[in-house]
């Protein structure tokens, strides 16, 4: 079974500042999706950014990029000009075309005024 | 706004009682997953559908049924009701006849209390 780990259950950044919240997965499948997903308190589960695993390119949304490793299965997200509104638990995912997406256990963002 | 919405947003109800989540895919949407989130947890795969047929299940308990329907809506059932069945169920949808694939939407989420 596919397995995704989030290895950093709190991460805290400084407003303004740039944070990378870490994400790797373990399969042995070629066609594959990545998501980051956020949840801040009122509990939405928001759809941040997402990967293909056959696009070398690394996906980007305004403020938020990833790093995308495929080779050493990693997938990264950085957030740039963190604002307060960044503060959420993030969660790493992993999609399988039909198939279930599996969740990291997540990483709680906190920001600092 | 995902396009997915779930009613009720919130629900309280007695230990044993009987409660149905409803879920509306986003329009267009043929598939539809349904997610368990207890207080502090990750999230739990429970059942997909796909244009009606059931297609993957994961830790749904027997007390929890779910199914599609011809208009694509999804309903997810609960019975017998315990305290531990407390936490707040996702529905997500995907797979839509036309347009970006392999991507799932979340609802805002159905918040079950069970006292």
Known sequence: AQTVTQSQPEMSVQEAETVTLSCTYDTSESDYYLFWYKQPPSRQMILVIRQEAYKQQNATENRFSVNFQKAAKSFSLKISDSQLGDAAMYFCAYLEPGEKLTFGTGTRLTIIP | ?115
């Open chain 2, 1 to 115: 706004d995902s396009g997915v919405t779930q009613t009720p947003k919130h629900l309280i109800t007695a230990t044993g009682q009987r409660v149905t989540l409803r879920c509306s895919p986003r329009s267009g949407d043929l598939s539809v997953y349904w997610y368990q989130q207890s207080l502090d947890q990750g999230l739990q795969f429970l059942i997909q559908y796909y244009n009606g047929e059931e297609r993957a299940k994961g830790n749904i308990l027997e007390r929890f049924s779910a199914q599609q329907f011809p208009d694509l809506h999804s309903e997810l059932n609960l019975s017998s009701l315990e305290l531990g069945d407390s936490a707040l169920y996702f529905c997500a949808s995907s797979e839509p006849e036309r347009g970006v694939r392999n991507t799932i939407y979340f609802g805002e989420g159905s918040w079950l209390t069970v006292v």
